[in-house]
């Protein structure tokens, strides 16, 4: 049962312009909400994330946005660079469960 | 500081064998979890360990086991390969909070033929 969706495979979007990708989960009882980002042949590595306290969390070019009704979040890169180019997982987490439900991934491309 | 260092890199297997894959994680860190990857999918949890206890369990078939030492090092053992069992395995570990930021590992790519 796949708790965190990411119904975007992929993205397309031009350097210097706005990417905004989009992840929509079915468990009220996430607290915590976390993007990762990953290239080929490497493990994930932590971008930004947001508690189900807030519902917007800025971290230099990176900004997710939290809509607890709507069981959704979304993740605003501005501007977009050629090296943004990867492939980007949300993912959500309960308060005593110690794991991450991840979405299946979008992959960014970002043209010169 | 080092990072989460997973080994072997690459592994192949056949149907039937039985496989062990280590990981030691960033010093300090308690927690190990680990996960599995396969093409089109996103990360599934296996398990998780803190202070050599496994605090949660992913939906995977009792093949799949692990452990943790006393030094937080991990391993994770899958016996009885099948081709499906063919993934990338990363590990990841952390202090231990609920909801924290992991940091994972560049994984184990297992092929079983």
């Known amino acids: 049962d796949q708790q965190v969706k990411q119904n975007s495979p992929s993205l397309s979007v031009q350097e210097g312009r706005i990417s905004i990708l989009n992840c929509d989960y079915t468990?009220?009882?996430?607290?915590?909400f976390l993007w990762y980002k990953k290239y080929p042949a490497e493990g994930p590595t932590f971008l930004i994330s947001?508690?189900?306290?807030?519902d917007k969390n800025e971290d230099g070019r990176f900004t997710v946005f939290l809509n607890k009704s709507a069981k959704h979040l979304s993740l605003h890169i501005v501007p977009s660079q050629p090296g943004d180019s990867a492939v980007y997982f949300c993912?959500?987490?309960?308060?005593?469960?110690?794991?991450?439900?991840f979405g299946a991934g979008t992959t960014v491309t970002v043209r010169a | 500081k080092a990072g989460v260092t997973q080994t072997p890199r690459y592994l192949i297997k056949t149907r039937g064998q039985q496989v062990t894959l280590s990981c030691s994680p960033i010093s300090g860190h308690r927690s190990v979890s680990w996960y599995q990857q396969t093409p089109g999918q996103g990360l599934q949890f296996l398990f998780e360990?803190?202070?050599?206890?496994?605090?949660n369990k992913g939906n995977f078939p009792g093949r799949f086991s692990g452990r943790q030492f006393s030094n937080s090092r991990s391993e994770m053992n899958v016996s009885t390969l099948e081709l499906g069992d063919s993934a990338l395995y990363l590990c990841?570990?952390?202090?231990?909070?609920?909801?924290?930021?992991?940091?994972f590992g560049s994984g184990t790519q297992l092929s079983v033929l």
């Open positions: 468990n009220s009882m996430f607290d915590y």
């Open positions: 990841a570990s952390s202090l231990g909070a609920a909801g924290e930021k992991l940091f």
């Open positions: 360990y803190f202070s050599e206890t496994q605090r």
């Open positions: 993912a959500a987490s309960g308060n005593n469960d110690y794991k991450l439900s």
């Open positions: 947001i508690s189900s306290i807030k």
